[in-house]
C-alpha cells in the first residue's frame, strides 16, 4: 500500500512505507507527551500511536485537576496513510518536524477537550536502544526513544471549566518511541510462563538553564537492565536551539537512586537520584513528591482501554477518579507518573518521575508482587 510518505526518502526496507520491517504484532510507533504546572496544580498527559500490524490507531488524554483525574479515550482502525495521525475529535498537527507541534482534542461527548502548542526548550535527543528479553519481562521489548524538554500554550476543557495554560509555568515532555513491545489484545503464547518482575523509573527533570534525564530498567534482585542518562542545556527561545540534536549534551556515567516509599503503596514518597557526569564529583538530586497521575488515564495498563485494543471502526470513551478513593496496590494503578520538585543543593527543579515497580523488590523491602510499603 503506498501512502504520502513514499515520496520522501526514508525507506529502510524494499517495501512501501506503510509495510512495517518486522511482522510482529507488538510493532507500535507512539507518541507521549506531558504537561504540568510548576506549583503541581495541574498535570495532563497525551498518547497516540499506530501499530501497523494490529491496523489500529488510538489516543488518549487525561487532566489531573484538584484530586480528580478525568480521561479520554479514543480508538478506530488505523487509517492507510500514517501522515493521518487523527482519531475521531483528536489529532496531532507537526507544523515544524521536531519543532513545532500541536494537539487538539475538538468537542466531543466526554466533555474532555484541549488545544495545545508546544513549545521547545531543548534539543531532541536519542535515549540508548532499548532490548528487554523475554527471560527479563516475559515479553520481547525493542524500542528507540526521542526526548525533548518545552513549554506548553493553550487551553484544557472539562466538562464544567476551561483551564488557560500559562506557558512561563507550564512545563513539560515530548516522548517519541517505536519498535516492539507488549500491545495490544491478549493472545494465547504457548506454554505459560512463571510471572515476571519489572522496575522502570524515568525522571526528565527541569532546571533553570539545563535539563537532566535519567532512565532504568531493573529485575526483581535489583540488577540493572538497562540505563542511560543526560544533561542538555536549556534556552529561553526556541529559535536558539542549535539543531535537532545538541552538540553540548553531556552523558553521564553513572546513576543510581535511594528512595522512600509512601506506606501501604509503591509510590516513592522522597530520597535522591545520584547522577555523575564525566570529570565532576557526583550530584545528589532530592526529589519531593507533589502530585501524582494514574497512567491507565493514558492506556497503559488500562484493563478495558489498554493500548492496541480493538474497540471497533471508530470508539470514544470518557471516565473520571478520585485520586483519594483508588487502591494504589491495584495492578492497573501501579504505574503512575508524580510531579516532582527537585534541588541539588545548588539550584532547584521541576520534573515527573515515572514509577513501574513490579514483583520482589529487596532493596526497598518489597517480597511479593503487589504488596505495599510498610
Given at each position: 500500500m503506498l501512502s504520502s510518505f513514499d515520496d520522501f526518502y526514508i525507506h529502510q526496507t524494499s517495501?512501501?512505507?506503510?509495510?512495517?520491517?518486522?511482522?510482529?504484532?507488538?510493532?507500535?510507533?507512539?507518541?507521549?507527551?506531558?504537561?504540568?504546572?510548576?506549583?503541581?496544580?495541574?498535570?495532563?498527559?497525551?498518547?497516540?500511536?499506530?501499530?501497523?500490524?494490529?491496523?489500529?490507531?488510538?489516543?488518549?488524554?487525561?487532566?489531573?485537576?484538584?484530586?480528580?483525574?478525568?480521561?479520554?479515550?479514543?480508538?478506530?482502525?488505523?487509517?492507510?496513510?500514517?501522515?493521518?495521525?487523527?482519531?475521531?475529535?483528536?489529532?496531532?498537527?507537526?507544523?515544524?518536524?521536531?519543532?513545532?507541534?500541536?494537539?487538539?482534542?475538538?468537542?466531543?461527548?466526554?466533555?474532555?477537550?484541549?488545544?495545545?502548542?508546544?513549545?521547545?526548550?531543548?534539543?531532541?535527543?536519542?535515549?540508548?536502544?532499548?532490548?528487554?528479553?523475554?527471560?527479563?519481562?516475559?515479553?520481547?521489548?525493542?524500542?528507540?526513544?526521542?526526548?525533548?524538554?518545552?513549554?506548553?500554550?493553550?487551553?484544557?476543557?472539562?466538562?464544567?471549566?476551561?483551564i488557560t495554560l500559562d506557558a512561563g509555568h507550564t512545563y513539560g515532555t515530548k516522548d517519541r518511541s517505536w519498535g516492539v513491545r507488549p500491545v495490544g489484545d491478549s493472545v494465547a503464547m504457548g506454554a505459560p510462563l512463571p510471572p515476571k518482575g519489572l522496575k522502570f523509573f524515568w525522571a526528565p527533570l527541569h532546571w533553570s538553564d539545563h535539563v537532566t534525564h535519567v532512565g532504568l530498567f531493573e529485575g526483581d534482585r535489583g540488577e540493572v537492565w538497562h540505563w542511560d542518562g543526560f544533561r542538555l542545556p536549556a534556552y529561553a527561545e526556541s529559535d536558539q536551539i542549535p539543531g535537532i540534536e545538541d552538540p553540548q549534551i553531556e552523558r553521564l556515567v553513572s546513576v543510581s537512586h535511594n528512595f522512600t516509599w509512601l506506606p501501604e503503596t509503591r509510590r516513592v514518597s522522597g530520597g535522591q537520584i545520584r547522577i555523575q557526569l564525566q570529570d565532576s564529583d557526583p550530584i545528589e538530586i532530592e526529589?519531593?513528591?507533589?502530585?501524582?497521575?494514574?497512567?491507565?488515564?493514558?492506556?497503559?495498563?488500562?484493563?478495558?482501554?489498554?493500548h492496541g485494543q480493538w474497540k471497533g471502526e471508530l470508539a470514544v470513551f470518557g471516565e473520571s477518579w478520585d485520586l483519594n478513593e483508588i487502591d494504589p496496590l491495584a495492578p492497573e494503578n501501579i504505574h503512575i507518573q508524580e510531579v516532582v520538585r527537585v534541588h541539588?543543593?545548588?539550584?532547584?527543579?521541576?520534573?515527573?518521575?515515572?514509577q513501574l515497580v513490579v514483583g520482589p523488590y529487596p532493596k526497598y523491602g518489597f517480597t511479593k508482587f503487589f504488596d505495599g510499603a510498610i
Amino acid at each position: 500500500m503506498l501512502s504520502s510518505f513514499d515520496d520522501f526518502y526514508i525507506h529502510q526496507t524494499s517495501h512501501p512505507i506503510t509495510t512495517p520491517a518486522t511482522t510482529d504484532r507488538n510493532a507500535y510507533d507512539r507518541s507521549f507527551f506531558n504537561g504540568y504546572t510548576d506549583d503541581g496544580s495541574l498535570y495532563f498527559g497525551i498518547s497516540s500511536a499506530r501499530y501497523p500490524n494490529l491496523h489500529i490507531q488510538d489516543c488518549a488524554l487525561t487532566i489531573v485537576r484538584g484530586g480528580q483525574q478525568h480521561s479520554f479515550h479514543a480508538s478506530r482502525r488505523a487509517p492507510q496513510d500514517p501522515i493521518d495521525m487523527t482519531t475521531g475529535p483528536f489529532r496531532i498537527e507537526i507544523g515544524q518536524p521536531m519543532k513545532n507541534i500541536r494537539v487538539v482534542v475538538e468537542d466531543n461527548e466526554t466533555g474532555i477537550g484541549a488545544d495545545l502548542e508546544w513549545i521547545p526548550r531543548s534539543a531532541h535527543f536519542a535515549e540508548d536502544h532499548q532490548r528487554l528479553t523475554p527471560e527479563q519481562i516475559g515479553r520481547w521489548m525493542i524500542a528507540t526513544r526521542m526526548n525533548q524538554f518545552g513549554f506548553w500554550t493553550g487551553e484544557l476543557r472539562l466538562p464544567d471549566e476551561t483551564i488557560t495554560l500559562d506557558a512561563g509555568h507550564t512545563y513539560g515532555t515530548k516522548d517519541r518511541s517505536w519498535g516492539v513491545r507488549p500491545v495490544g489484545d491478549s493472545v494465547a503464547m504457548g506454554a505459560p510462563l512463571p510471572p515476571k518482575g519489572l522496575k522502570f523509573f524515568w525522571a526528565p527533570l527541569h532546571w533553570s538553564d539545563h535539563v537532566t534525564h535519567v532512565g532504568l530498567f531493573e529485575g526483581d534482585r535489583g540488577e540493572v537492565w538497562h540505563w542511560d542518562g543526560f544533561r542538555l542545556p536549556a534556552y529561553a527561545e526556541s529559535d536558539q536551539i542549535p539543531g535537532i540534536e545538541d552538540p553540548q549534551i553531556e552523558r553521564l556515567v553513572s546513576v543510581s537512586h535511594n528512595f522512600t516509599w509512601l506506606p501501604e503503596t509503591r509510590r516513592v514518597s522522597g530520597g535522591q537520584i545520584r547522577i555523575q557526569l564525566q570529570d565532576s564529583d557526583p550530584i545528589e538530586i532530592e526529589i519531593e513528591p507533589i502530585g501524582s497521575v494514574l497512567m491507565k488515564g493514558m492506556g497503559y495498563g488500562h484493563p478495558q482501554w489498554g493500548h492496541g485494543q480493538w474497540k471497533g471502526e471508530l470508539a470514544v470513551f470518557g471516565e473520571s477518579w478520585d485520586l483519594n478513593e483508588i487502591d494504589p496496590l491495584a495492578p492497573e494503578n501501579i504505574h503512575i507518573q508524580e510531579v516532582v520538585r527537585v534541588h541539588d543543593g545548588v539550584s532547584e527543579g521541576i520534573g515527573v518521575l515515572e514509577q513501574l515497580v513490579v514483583g520482589p523488590y529487596p532493596k526497598y523491602g518489597f517480597t511479593k508482587f503487589f504488596d505495599g510499603a510498610i
